[in-house]
Nanobody, 127 residues
């Protein structure tokens, strides 16, 4: 089981930027893929982005494509989500997720494919 801890959430103005970080630790700190999900009040959890540990392949939801960038540092067991050009509709709790078996491909993310989750970090975009 991988333990995940997110940081970097907060308040940003529309058009602003935030960088989320996710630290992985535990018996299996190496994962097949890591991803970011978000959940706004009253809405289902939505897959935002993922990245493969082996080859760095990435996926982005259409809603964030061109604005968000996922990256990883395998040596430090860290995953990042750089969020630019933020919009009020990006407001949500953002969760880091990982799974040792899952390979990040070009398909929409399913929360059921990820076995390890962080506690979440709030991102609020408002003027």
């Amino acid at each position: 089981q991988v333990q995940l801890v997110e940081s970097g959430g907060g308040l940003a103005q529309p058009g602003g930027s935030l960088r989320l970080s996710c630290a992985a630790s535990g018996e299996t700190a190496d994962y097949g893929s890591a991803g970011w999900f978000r959940q706004a009040p009253g809405k289902e959890r939505e897959g935002v982005s993922c990245i493969s540990s082996s080859d760095g392949h990435t996926y982005y939801a259409d809603s964030v494509k061109g604005r968000f960038t996922i990256s990883r540092d395998n040596a430090k067991h860290m995953v990042y989500l750089q969020m630019n050009s933020l919009k009020p509709e990006d407001t949500a709790v953002y969760y880091c997720a990982a799974d040792v078996m899952y390979y990040c491909s070009d398909y929409e993310l399913d929360p059921g494919d990820f076995g390890s989750w962080g506690q979440g970090t709030q991102v609020t975009v408002s003027s």
